[in-house]
T-cell receptor, first 114, second 114 residues
Framework: DAGVTQSPTHLIKTRGQHVTLRCSPI?????VSWYQQVLGQGPQFIFQ???????GRGNFPDRFSARQFPNYSSELNVNALLLGDSALYLC?????????????FGPGTRLTVL | QQQVKQSPQSLIVQKGGISIINCAYE??????FPWYQQFPGKGPALLIA?????SEKKEGRFTISFNKSAKQFSLHIMDSQPGDSATYFC?????????????FGKGTMLLVSP
């Protein structure tokens, strides 16, 4: 049974560019959360989507946006990239968003902004 | 503002020894306290978790001790093995209105020497 998958694995962009990261949740999971993990730090919550609606947002600027599709996959978009956006971006899926249900993390997308 | 403080930053333990990682939280609104294990190039994976109405939970070699009044919790790894070498994150989950958020500590890099 496939786990959470993310693409691409690695990405290099320059300042000011835009990036789109993709996530496919575990089959049957309807909630997707996005986290940013800066080197040497713990993951930090960006968004949670459930049933294609944004249900929660962390303390990130409006340059960060996301959406969830009818098949429950999700995209994270970051505009006007800054050097500080360099991080591992993790996607996590769960059965639903508002419970103790375990969040299963994907391997992440490593974004480097030059 | 760091809501979950984790220590130590790194830890070296001999094979067969006990690894102890400590965390403290500030927000009494947290509902659930999981520990995650992360290997290089992988996303975090749930190791063990505890609810705040329980003082201890044991699963195999892993034990969580929870002190609600002190707002502290710790992970004990008994009979530590080289395969346990990884980064460990404590986290706190909050059930909000319609979504849940995980707040992570900064992580502890554990090295178990053979």
């Amino acid at each position: 049974d496939a786990g959470v998958t993310q693409s691409p694995t690695h990405l290099i962009k320059t300042r000011g560019q835009h990036v789109t990261l993709r996530c496919s949740p575990i089959s049957g999971h309807k909630s997707v959360s996005w986290y940013q993990q800066v080197l040497g730090q713990g993951p930090q919550f960006i968004f949670q989507y459930y049933e294609k609606e944004e249900r929660g947002r962390g303390n990130f600027p409006d340059r960060f946006s996301a959406r969830q599709f009818p098949n429950y996959s999700s995209e994270l978009n970051v505009n006007a990239l800054l050097l500080g956006d360099s991080a591992l971006y993790l996607c996590a899926s769960s059965l639903n968003g508002n419970s103790y249900n375990e969040q299963f993390f994907g391997p992440g997308t490593r974004l480097t902004v030059l | 503002q760091q809501q979950v403080k984790q220590s130590p930053q790194s830890l070296i333990v001999q094979k067969g020894g006990i690894s102890i990682i400590n965390c403290a939280y500030e927000n009494t609104a947290f509902d659930y306290f999981p520990w995650y294990q992360q290997f290089p190039g992988k996303g975090p994976a749930l190791l063990i978790a505890i609810r705040p109405d329980v003082s201890e939970k044991k699963e195999g070699r892993f034990t969580i001790s929870f002190n609600k009044s002190a707002k502290q919790f710790s992970l004990h790894i008994m009979d530590s093995q080289p395969g346990d070498s990884a980064t460990y994150f404590c986290a706190a989950l909050r059930l909000n209105s319609g979504y849940s958020t995980l707040t992570f500590g900064k992580g502890t890099m554990l090295l178990v020497s053979p």
